[in-house]
């Protein structure tokens, strides 16, 4: 189907790009995704371990 490029996501602190791959077929389903960041803020990091649904609440206090 093809690639959509959101560059850059504004609605986040720095430069972020985000690349996804569509599938072929009616499905519109994402076959692959990339994300590459200019800036390391070490939410990943952080965030090792954790439950996900954990995310919102820690992330928006740094």
């Not at 959101?6 to 790009?17: A, C, K, M, S, Y």
């Not at 994402?30 to 800036?39: G, I, P, T």
């Amino acid at each position: 189907m093809g690639t959509q490029i959101l560059d850059p996501v504004t609605r986040i602190e720095g430069h972020l790009r985000v690349e996804l791959d569509f599938a072929s077929g009616t499905s519109g389903a994402v076959s692959d995704a990339r994300c590459a960041a200019e800036m390391f803020r070490g939410y990943e990091n952080i965030l090792q371990g954790h439950n996900p649904t954990d995310a919102v609440q820690i992330v928006q206090r740094i």
